[in-house]
């Protein structure tokens, strides 16, 4: 756990999402590295791992992960899916996702540091059209709770940050998912901006004050899915 | 297992990885209450015997070799079923690969991970969508069997977590998509004693430290005919036909969730 000035924070994914959070949290204090990885192999993203490491001057203090493969952020009819399809969207994003918790895994532990996984409601939901996100997403927040209970011991923790499904699938996909999800609107009349509303709730995670915080959930998404 | 109701009957069930364990249990409870059963098993070495005990006791069974990660052969055990009983109507994937010894995350061998992302996902995509012609024809039912593991996360095999979950969201999310089609998803979550178990059982302690059972209000490990069996019927059977995207955890009220 480390204070927010100059804390050194890998965050993974090239969506407006994964900037957005990158760009707040620079803005909260942080140094922030975009993870420059080809993600074909597990070696890609322990060597791109480790030049964030060394970028960051020599350790990381906070992992935040939301790269998914781009052919999941399209709907897509179940029963149409290639077995191609299938393959390189979901499971390839889950054995990315496995592969970062593993790489992640050596820094972190040195640093009693914060694995984040950022996932879109629609794995605890579900969502019509796009099941293969909805299974990477429930997928992650598990795999988030499997590392949490195994990493207890060292002090690093693995927490999940719950968003709505706009900041994957865009605004019109989005809003239809979330009428699926809820009959009201969400609390607080949006789901969410990256970098000033999720960034903060990312940050929180690596502080001090939750250093007593792993496996768990934070849906923020603006009061919309409340399942737990 | 006597029962005078037959939930089943006139159904077509395939049951996957039903050459023992829990797959076994609930291919056997299915037929009990009247469904044809088609036995799909990596060996048929398995399944032949449990095809073979459903028509000694009066049922329709077939038994075909599958492995779940293969598209033939989840074509073929569909199309076995169609040929066979002429129709399908629930699909229950069960089947999954070894897990493995409890192990650290960095330390879970590749072909672990493999073996359980083939069995689990890519099985659950095959069978997904290979039943899915007929399951909308019929008002069918898929059935995924799941874990608590897939709710809670596994300290012992991470990896068991992560694609037990992910089974969870994909059939939630194909419970909303195919709603409209009448076709109905859901999950099982079992506890039973299986052989896979009973060989964990001999050192993991939380068997031999009697863990699982301290914190298991029904004192006792489920067994896979007369405990999963049942409730697998009652999700393949009209009983529950308002009931769709929901993980029923099965294991004596070990694991109690929201």
Redesign the interface.
């Known amino acids: 756990m480390t204070t927010r000035a100059g804390r050194r924070v890998v965050v993974t994914g090239d969506t407006a999402l994964a900037e957005g959070v990158a760009a707040g949290l620079r803005e909260l204090g942080a140094l922030v590295v975009l993870l420059d990885a080809a993600y074909e192999t597990?070696d890609d993203v322990r060597a791109a791992m480790e030049a964030a490491g060394d970028a960051l001057g020599g350790g990381i203090d906070q992992v935040v992960h939301s790269w998914v493969e781009a052919a999941l952020l399209d709907a897509r009819?179940?029963?149409e899916?290639s077995?191609e399809t299938?393959?390189i969207a979901?499971?390839h994003t889950?054995?990315v996702a496995?592969w970062t918790?593993?790489q992640a895994?050596?820094a972190l532990r040195e640093t009693q540091g914060s694995l984040v996984f950022l996932v879109p409601t629609?794995?605890?939901?579900?969502?019509?059209?796009?099941?293969?996100l909805?299974?990477?997403?429930?997928?992650?927040?598990?795999?988030?709770?499997?590392?949490?209970?195994?990493w207890g011991t060292t002090g690093a923790t693995c927490n999940t940050v719950a968003v709505a499904p706009h900041h994957w699938t865009g605004d019109a996909a989005g809003a239809e998912l979330t009428r699926?999800i809820t009959l009201s609107v969400p609390a607080f009349g949006d789901q969410g901006d990256a970098a000033s509303d999720l960034a903060p709730l990312v940050a929180l995670l690596a502080d001090d004050d939750a250093h007593f915080l792993t496996?768990a959930t934070m849906v923020a998404d603006g009061g919309t899915w409340m399942?737990? | 297992m006597a029962t005078d109701t037959r939930l089943l009957d006139g159904k077509t069930v395939i049951v996957t990885g039903a050459g023992g364990g829990v797959g076994m249990g609930i291919a056997l409870a299915c037929a009990q209450h009247g469904a044809n059963v088609v036995i799909a098993a990596r060996r048929t070495e398995t399944g032949d015997p449990v095809a073979a005990e459903i028509e000694r006791r009066g049922g329709r069974a077939r038994s075909i070799r599958c492995d779940v990660a293969s598209?033939a052969d989840v074509h073929a055990a569909v199309d076995a079923a169609v040929s066979t009983f002429g129709a399908l109507d629930v699909m229950v994937h069960n089947a999954l690969a070894p897990v493995g010894p409890p192990t650290?995350?960095?330390d879970v061998p590749?072909e672990t991970?493999r073996g359980m992302?083939g069995t689990a996902?890519?099985a659950s995509?095959?069978c997904?969508?290979a039943a899915?012609?007929h399951l909308r024809a019929n008002g069918g039912s898929l059935i995924l069997l799941s874990s608590a593991?897939?709710?809670?996360?596994?300290?012992y095999i991470?990896?068991y977590?992560?694609?037990?979950?992910?089974?969870?969201?994909?059939?939630?999310?194909?419970?909303?998509?195919?709603g409209p089609d009448g076709i109905r998803v859901n999950c099982i979550g079992p506890v039973a004693m299986t052989p896979a178990v009973e060989e964990v059982a001999k050192t993991s302690p939380v068997f031999t430290e009697g863990l699982l059972l301290n914190r298991t209000p029904l004192r006792r490990i489920g067994d896979p005919e007369a405990d999963i069996g049942p409730v697998a019927v009652f999700l393949a059977s009209d009983l529950s036909r308002y009931m769709t995207?929901q993980t029923l955890i099965v294991d004596g009220g070990g694991f109690l969730a929201?």
């Open positions: 597990e009819v179940f029963a899916l077995e299938w393959a979901c499971e889950l054995e496995w918790a593993r895994s050596p629609i794995g605890m939901a579900g969502g019509a059209g796009y099941a293969m909805a299974a990477v997403a429930e997928g992650m927040r598990v795999l988030a709770k499997g590392c949490g209970r195994q699926n496996a399942g737990l | 598209h650290g995350i960095e590749d991970f992302v996902l890519r995509y095959l997904a969508t899915y012609p593991a897939g709710i809670e996360g596994s300290p991470p990896a977590g992560l694609v037990k979950a992910a089974q969870r969201g994909l059939a939630k999310s194909l419970a909303r998509e195919w995207g929201f």
